[in-house]
């Protein structure tokens, strides 16, 4: 291994290539620190072009039920390349059972970037059968043992570490700054105010309350929905585009997702009192933030101090009558809304990708070498 250039493998199959985590903030930041990365990931499956001068594997996705050939593809991969690596980054638990099936112990060191808490997200994952979901989270909380003995942690939140023994390194999920610094929004854009939500549409992430707000702000304001929509909640977000209700983007790439934040008067994060939800602060909310969007937010404990100052409100959660009166009130004040956007950005600051990123370097450096 080269002490200034280590290789690196990463893979997923269960997240997009184009995940903004994976793609857009961790491989820049390792290719402009000067490491070697070749990205493993189901490009093919999702209908992604990868990005040109980075080198790829195509691997197939663990979807749903369908996840037995994505990890036999891994397998294979780790066993066929993974030894020309100095280090392998893996981003999904499943791949934690393609290390071992691949042999811990004849593959260079091995990294799990711990995303969520998978166990407490079972409730949320309709593929699993409920009567099997604790019998599930059993064995993800072994296999999570497993790996606190046999592989490095990184941690996406503070509050994953009351899940694991050891002290294991943190690179936080915050967004890259935007060009200039924190952005400037709610400008004057034509026709009606736009109120936007980011990120994936699911019941437990408050789609029906999204839902029955966009009926509710009427034409008083757009509610714009930005990112996939689970397939147990389509056809509700299908029929509340069909009545006008709400405008949905559908998934879009990171950077194309965060254009459309600017001029934005309202975000919202409406997600509801779940264990996976409570010990993470949404990469949303800082994004607002930093793009200076006045946040409408349920009260999760990492999200009520960065909103103490007024740069946005939290309503409580499942409160669509709350959620309604905040929002209008950055709608039609205009005053409370130049208040909010100033302390949208006075919050934002600090809270970006380049000190977490040079904590990645840090610790792939050290467990490389």
């Known amino acids: 291994m080269s002490a200034s250039a280590p290789r690196v493998l990463v893979v997923t199959v269960v997240h ?3 995940d903004a985590r994976i793609l857009h903030r961790q491989i820049p930041t390792l290719r402009a620190a000067g490491l070697a990365v070749t990205y493993a990931a189901p490009w093919a499956a999702v209908g992604v072009t990868p990005p040109d001068g980075l080198a790829v594997r195509d691997l197939p996705r663990a979807v749903g039920r369908r996840r037995l050939a994505a990890l036999r593809a891994a397998v294979r991969l780790l066993r066929a390349e993974a030894t020309a690596h100095d280090l392998v980054l893996v981003h999904d638990p499943e791949l934690l059972l393609a290390v071992r099936s691949a042999g811990v112990g004849r593959l260079p060191p091995v990294v799990w970037d711990v995303h969520e808490d998978p166990a407490a997200a079972l409730r949320h994952r309709a593929w699993v059968p409920r009567p099997l979901r604790p019998l599930v989270a059993g064995a993800v909380h072994g296999l999570e043992r497993w790996a606190e003995r046999r592989v490095h942690l990184v941690l996406a939140e503070d509050g ?4 694991f023994r050891g002290d294991h390194p943190v690179v936080r999920n915050r967004p890259v700054a935007p060009a200039g610094g924190v952005a400037t929004a709610g400008v004057a854009t034509a026709g009606s105010p736009r109120v936007v939500h980011l990120g994936r549409l699911s019941t437990g992430r408050g789609v029906d309350a999204l839902l029955a707000l966009g009926r509710r702000l009427g034409p008083d304001a757009r509610l714009e929905l930005i990112g996939d ?3 147990e909640v389509r056809d509700r977000v299908a029929a509340a585009v069909q009545e006008g209700a709400v405008v949905h983007h559908g998934y879009l ?10 001029g934005a008067r309202v975000g919202l994060c409406l997600l509801a009192d779940e264990p996976n939800y409570r010990v993470s602060l949404p990469t949303k909310v800082v994004e607002y933030l930093a793009h200076g969007v006045p946040v409408v937010a349920t009260p999760l404990p990492a999200v009520v101090p960065l909103l103490a100052d007024g740069a946005g409100a939290v309503v409580p959660f499942g409160d669509v009558d709350a959620a309604e009166v905040a929002v209008r ?4 004040d205009d005053d409370a809304h130049a208040r909010a956007v100033a302390r949208a950005r006075a919050a934002a600051a ?3 990708w380049a000190a977490e990123g040079d904590r990645l370097v840090a610790a792939l450096r050290g467990w490389a070498a």
């Open 16 to 18: 997009r290539p184009d």
């Open 160 to 163: 994953y570490r009351e899940r």
């Open 229 to 231: 929509a689970d397939p």
């Open 253 to 262: 790439p990171s950077d194309r997702a965060l254009a459309l934040l600017a």
């Open 329 to 332: 009130t950055l709608l039609t």
């Open 350 to 352: 600090g809270l970006t």
